[in-house]
């Protein structure tokens, strides 16, 4: 797995940032700006948003220790690791939520994500 790790999303080198469809400051830290670039995982959130062809909004990715502790995240979160990505897509209807949501579930079943429909479930029982 090649993980690359920076004090700072900005410190990113221009030119080596290969997901064009979401930035380092998307997938960095919330509360620290640091961010860990798990390139595997990254690949599967790119492939996704290939599959959709539509934008995803991503919500929380990597978390640095400091901020887990800080939002109350598990002590062995996949977000520590870069590997988790909390995600939605955007809809300006009602009506094509429940549309938009089953398509992201087929999606995320296809690329796959591990443990990605535990979340998913837990995620819709709130």
């Known amino acids: 797995m090649t993980n690359t790790f920076h004090s ?3 410190d ?3 030119g080596t940032w290969r997901w064009p469809n979401f930035s380092p400051a998307e997938i960095a830290c919330r509360g620290t700006g640091k961010l860990l ?3 595997p995982a990254l690949d599967k959130l790119q492939a996704l948003r ?3 062809g539509k934008p995803l909004i991503v919500r929380s990715a ?3 220790p400091e ?3 800080t939002v109350g995240g ?3 979160s996949k977000h520590l690791d870069g590997a988790a990505f909390d995600i939605a897509m955007p ?3 009602l009506a094509s939520t429940h549309r938009s949501r089953s398509t992201l579930i087929r999606s995320v079943v296809k690329v796959p994500f591990q443990g990605a429909w535990k979340t998913w479930q837990a995620a819709c029982s709130q």
């Open 62 to 64: 990597y978390r640095s």
């Open 8 to 10: 700072h999303w900005r």
């Open 50 to 52: 290939d599959r959709l």
């Open 74 to 76: 598990a002590t062995r």
């Open 12 to 14: 990113v080198p221009e």
């Open 67 to 69: 901020h887990n502790r």
């Open 91 to 93: 809809s300006s209807r």
């Open 37 to 39: 670039i798990n390139e």
